[in-house]
DNA sequence: CAATCTAGCTAGCCTGTCTAGTGACCACGA
DNA sequence: TCGTGGTCACTAGACAGGCTAGCTAGATTG
């Protein structure tokens, strides 16, 4: 069990080392991960749009809820794809009836991206419930742990990603 | 800022409630899933594998440290893909000399996969550095909340993914 | 006003998934 | 022991969603 069979690989292991009792916080991590995956999966084929995609109108509702306009490079920068990925997606969108497009007001060559009633319900109908219980969760975390918690998943963030620039005004 | 312009949507809001203390947290979960993500991306285009494959291989790796057998099956399982992409997926890993397929010893229509001793140490020079500061950050949390922090991320997975099962050995 | 930059678009390519169908193999009941 | 049905992995071919290259319209700057 502790020293597996195969190649030869090196013996002094890489993985975590099991006995550490700050083991079990980082399997919960993963175990989060992964149900925020699976989550999201399941949300793209039961809306019969593809992970970006949803991301993409996900996006795009929070920042309505803020009043701030989203164009289509803004959609591009958030997403990391590339302008011409983004013509298609807002393409798709469109013709699913889930955004539409309109002038920007001030720079005639900008776009700005709205979503449809119909995608805002869909969406809704997908979240309102998950938000619900995400702050049940959140409420349940003892008053006096609450800084550890955010202070975790702060720290845990910078590291996996330095650089993180965050823009998101999704609450 | 609280009443958007743009279409009629629904005046009653389904996002966040900004008030709320508790959404620093979820603020901050969202933070890290997409830093988790960014991370991912870093990874794969390092090493020059797609996601999957990356993921692949870290499954494989992940068991081998445990001693248990990989089969083609137990990876399409894993990843969620069907067997023939996976399929694929050891052919490219194959090509590009990070695994093997080998015969299983009890069933012959199965193939035991395992991770070539470059792919160990390209994983390894990714993870062992990561893994140390991600157990430094777990130890740097306060004792008497760890539980906290643990149940906090359990119940954010059973929510988002309820009939998760957690096979993983990786730690 | 000319030169240059930027936003968004289309065209065409490439990669990675999928479904459909195949052969080899295992397990079990008659 | 010998079908019969289920499972494992594979190939072929379709399709989706990303990319780069190159374009036009409009903004910006010397």
Redesign the pocket.
């Known amino acids: 069990m502790d020293n597996p069979p195969g190649s030869g690989a090196s013996s002094t292991p890489y993985w975590y080392e099991v006995s550490d009792p700050t083991v079990g916080l980082l399997h919960a991590l993963r175990r989060f991960r992964q149900a925020d995956q699976r989550m999201r999966r399941r949300m793209s084929s039961d809306m019969d749009?593809?992970?970006?995609?949803v991301e993409a109108l996900r996006h795009i509702i929070a920042h309505h809820a803020t009043g701030e306009a989203v164009?289509?490079?803004?959609?591009?920068t958030h997403?990391?794809?590339?302008?011409?990925?983004?013509?298609?997606?807002?393409?798709?969108l469109t013709e699913s009836g889930h955004v539409q497009?309109r002038p920007?007001p001030?720079?005639?060559?900008?776009?700005?991206?709205t979503a449809t009633e119909h995608a805002h319900a869909e969406i809704r109908e997908w979240l309102t419930d998950m938000h619900r219980r995400m702050l049940e969760i959140a409420h349940s975390v003892p008053h006096e742990s609450r800084q550890a918690v955010t202070d975790f998943l702060q720290s845990m963030a910078d590291c996996l990603d330095p650089e993180a620039v965050d823009d998101t005004p999704d609450r």
């Open positions: 749009l593809n992970a970006t995609d164009t289509a490079r803004g959609l591009a997403l990391d794809i590339s302008t011409a990925s983004t013509a298609k997606l807002l393409n798709r497009r920007h001030d720079d005639r060559r900008s776009v700005i991206v």
